[in-house]
């Protein structure tokens, strides 16, 4: 009845274990297989994203760099404007003004239509 037995019965067991061990060995080879193939994929993945990081790293250097120059070009313009006697608090009043004088017109504009137009009514 144990392993020292030769009967056929023990024979059939022995085969039951072995085929039962040769299946999980395959089952676990299959498993290996798919893990190697995830890494795999996750490590060209990760190259990828690695290759866009490094691109963007590029980029971001890039826009810094523009930044910095439209900074400078920014501030030597203001330097010249202040040596022509720019004033940004006036231009901003001026501005205001001009806002200002424009809205008053556009509504001197619609009254004189309104009374062009009411003098060719009684005309009529």
Known sequence: MG???P???GAKNLQGQLSD???DVKAQETKVKQ???RSKAFAKEA???EKKLAAAAKGGDAALKQQG???KAVAATKAKMEALGFDEAAEATLQ???AAAKATHDGLARVRSYDRDRD????L
């Open 7 to 9: 009967s056929g019965e």
């Open 96 to 98: 205001q003004a001009h």
């Open 35 to 37: 893990a190697e193939m």
């Open 69 to 71: 120059a439209l900074q």
């Open 120 to 123: 060719r009514d009684t005309l």
């Open 47 to 49: 190259s990828a994203v």
């Open 21 to 23: 061990a040769t299946a």
């Open 3 to 5: 392993a020292s037995a």
